[in-house]
């Protein structure tokens, strides 16, 4: 196949869309398209001039926004391959990650550096600023490459030997970026996307919207961000931590500032009872959802709350295949309840399939598409003609004309998805066993986590049952665990659990039957 670049298309629509905005940030900087692409020349040519060469992974440690945008197009454009590591799961799940992407190089802004190296300064400042600060990436052979302002405000014709920077051509499914799945594991997975699958993944998005007419994107995270300038759309940011996203987000829909919205349930969730029955403005045009299960419940309260004639479609993917699948929410509601959770028809190119279904119909989700990752970081390559397995369990069901929709029925893995977050409990159930109060006693005897649906937030409660020690404190031994798992896994509530429910010759903790406790609300 011949060599190609992802980031050549990125830098195409820059040119094209010349002094068009790209970003507005939260706190109202704006900055034009032909300002993102001098960003990007110029970080690239300083990049190339530290001796960045293709193949090389680099930890970006920036600001989200433009800023951020840049430096993962400016890696990409050279043939390195930026790391994106979320730092909302805690410096444990963080520094694992990085380390298993074993980088050669990490961009980072000098504030971010110094703050990395202070735990409790980071803490303050995370808590005043609404910043999520990672801690300080180092170690041997990992070299630090500081940003300075002044590089991004080089003019057009950064030059590189009196060149242009432009994007090093690369085999198509070389690396050209890792992103981590959105869970919690201590066993990071690291998924590394080519340069051609990641060319798929935008184009897969970019069909998902192309019906929609929209001019503003309203992005939660550097990939969504990624997703509305791969369209040449103006990218709203909100501001990084949760806790201000669905207030500020409201506040832009309401006043007309935004036209779409790629978002996860539960922040529909929080907007809703924040609006209190106060419908949405005409100017909202399309609401894309994915994330988390889609109920009808929540599509019902959804459509109360916006104007008439916004289209609201629901989004089947994986952070190893990009966008998968897709449907309108009047086909959704449309849909049996007793057949499934209808994620809709495949986009084009990609092949769904089910692995040894059952005399009902029901199988483990696979798929093919040629936006499917290369691998794992530390495991060998996936062969290219396999399908991925998605822990997914579902039906196909032909429609009136013969084409395939795909419903889900539930799950293989145990897993709790909150948030947009997948939360895998065995990552954090030692941890909290292992917890002591002051005096050095254990808190709990024994600690699990477990899912339990929330129909008025439209998403998954994390339940921490625990089987007490003496002496145990609610209020203390909460604090203790929050810290220690960080925001993105911390539990909703916890369920004390005096006989402990045990199933099989082993006497392995009964989760189903913990569920089945939190879902009827008992419990702390």
Known sequence: MAAMNAAAAFLETFERAGDALAFVEHHGQETSYRQLLRQVRALAAV????????????????????????????VIALGGVPVLADPGLGDAVYTGRIEAAAPRFVLVHPMVEAVGRLPAVRR????????????????????????????????????????????????PEADGVIVFTGGTTKEPK?????????????????????????ERFLADTPQQALYGLSMGKTVLTTP?????????????????????????????????????????????RAVFLGGAPVTRPFLERLHA??????????????????????????EKLAWPTADGDLVGRPLPGVELALAEPDERGVGEVLVRSPSLFGGYLGAPARPPGDALRTGDLGRLVLDAVGEPRLALVG????????????????????????????????????????????????????????????????????????????????????LVVEAWPVVGRLNKVDKGALRRLAEGGTGA
Request: with cysteine; net charge positive.
């Open 124 to 171: 303050q400042l995370e808590a005043r600023r609404d910043l999520s600060l990672p801690p300080a990436v180092g170690g041997p052979g990992v070299k630090p490459i500081r940003l300075a302002r002044s590089w991004l405000r080089l003019g057009a014709r950064t030059p590189l030997g009196g060149r242009y920077v432009t994007p090093v051509p690369v085999a």
């Open 47 to 74: 990049l190339s001039r530290r001796g960045l060469a293709p193949g090389d992974r680099v930890v970006l440690q920036l600001p989200s926004g433009p800023v951020l945008s840049a430096g993962i197009l400016a």
């Open 240 to 284: 990084a931590r949760k806790p201000r996203r669905a207030p500020f987000s409201l506040a832009l829909l309401r006043r007309g500032a935004a036209h779409a919205y790629f978002g996860a349930p539960w922040i529909w969730q929080e907007m809703m009872a924040s609006a209190r029955g106060e419908r949405l403005p005409a100017g909202v």
């Open 411 to 494: 799950r293989v893995k145990d897993m709790i998805i909150r948030n947009s977050v997948n939360i895998y409990p065995p990552s954090f159930e030692p941890t909290i066993e292992a917890l002591t109060a002051p005096d050095g006693r254990p808190w709990v005897r024994r600690a699990a986590m477990v899912g339990a649906w929330n129909d008025a937030r439209a998403d998954e409660d994390v339940v921490l049952c625990v089987e007490p020690e003496p002496g145990f404190d609610e209020a203390a031994f909460g604090a203790a665990v929050a810290e220690a798992v960080g925001a993105d896994a911390a539990p909703d509530r916890t």
């Open 305 to 330: 709350f916006l104007p008439a004639d916004a289209v609201v479609r629901v989004l089947y993917g994986l952070t190893e295949a990009g966008p998968v699948a897709s449907v309108d929410a009047a």
């Open 190 to 214: 690291g998924v590394r996307l080519s340069h051609g699958a990641l060319s798929a993944y935008m184009a897969g998005v970019a069909r998902v919207a192309e019906d929609v007419p929209f």
